[in-house]
């Protein structure tokens, strides 16, 4: 892989989704890693581990800044997910879809991006169960050779950016083409902020999977919620979603715990919203309290 681009490859964390992909192509190569993050450490340990099983071997080399990949004898394999990583679990299915035979994967992701990978591999004729599952069973095939067109699901995380504005500023937005059940417990922490909201009827994404739904959102008068928010995997509160409850806390009456335990530095990004008249305090590296309402103005 000499002629990759060494600098973008390093920019973002989904240089490592190649490593699965590349490893029925290429067998051994190198590949650089992943750059840092602001948000904490984020290593690739739950994709070693898990790929190791499958016959992949990853090994790191801080020095070089790179990952040598071997592969061995692969073979299906029962795996167990040590963290319910999205990419983890992305690189294990990918990796199993070429492998024939039968691969479970246990406490796996079952997020959004995890369901559309199984969706696309269903469509390239590989066997998928348990989708939306924390248990996944691949019937691997030895060769894939199919003309897919696939439809990524539309994005939560975009459709919660609008809900939160429009909470935050007590606006009336109506937001389209929703994927409901990634968003179930967000809209449930929210109404007990008291944000009042309308769904319309339900519709197929045009992925064929995800239920999608337009959500309405009312001016409500918000209070703060009666226990902290804190993410979980699905079907908990996403944790890309957590960031939006910080200015949403700012217009609600009372004090509002927001618990980032995922990543030991961004919850300190959460103070830059002060500079705007917030009222947020940094409690640990992973927990801020946020008093309400505070008018925010630039």
């Known amino acids: 892989l000499s002629g990759i681009n060494r600098a973008s490859a390093e ?25 840092g993050c602001d948000l904490g ?27 040598r990949v071997e592969t061995r004898q692969m073979r299906p394999a029962e795996i167990i997910m040590y963290e319910a990583s999205d990419t983890g679990v992305e690189n294990v ?18 997020n959004y991006m995890v369901q559309d990978l199984c969706i696309f591999l269903r469509h390239c004729g590989v066997k998928v169960e348990g989708i939306g599952t924390s248990t996944l069973v691949v019937h691997g095939l030895s ?17 919660m950016f609008f809900i939160a504005l429009a909470a ?29 909201y309308s ?14 739904r337009d959500l309405t959102i009312h001016p409500s008068e918000l209070v703060a919620p009666p226990e902290k928010v804190a993410p979980r995997p699905y079907p908990g509160i996403n944790i890309d979603n957590l ?26 990004h959460y103070l830059e919203m002060n500079k705007l008249g917030a009222d947020i305090t940094q409690l640990d590296p992973h927990r801020v309290l946020v008093k309400g309402p505070t008018p925010l103005m630039a």
């Open 11 to 35: 920019r973002t964390r989904s240089i490592a989704l190649f490593i699965a992909p590349l490893a029925h192509l290429l067998g051994n190569f190198e590949l650089p890693a992943p750059g």
């Open 41 to 67: 450490k984020r290593s690739l340990g739950s994709h070693i581990d898990a790929l190791e099983k499958l016959g992949i071997h990853v090994e790191g080399d801080e020095e070089a800044h790179v990952y």
């Open 93 to 110: 299915l990918m990796a199993a879809a070429r492998i024939k035979g039968i691969t479970t994967i246990k406490f796996a992701s079952a």
């Open 143 to 159: 060769e894939i050779d199919a003309e897919v067109h696939g439809h990524p699901s539309e994005d939560p995380i975009e459709s």
């Open 168 to 196: 935050t500023t007590k606006s009336e937005i109506t937001i389209t083409h929703c994927p409901i059940d990634f968003l179930e417990l967000e809209l449930y922490t929210l109404s007990r902020m008291g944000l009042m």
């Open 199 to 212: 769904r319309g009827e339900r519709y197929a994404s045009e992925n064929g999977h995800t239920v999608l």
């Open 243 to 268: 960031p939006f409850f910080v200015p949403v806390a700012t217009q609600a009456t009372g004090e509002t715990l927001i618990h980032d335990w995922v990543y030991e530095g961004r919850a300190q």
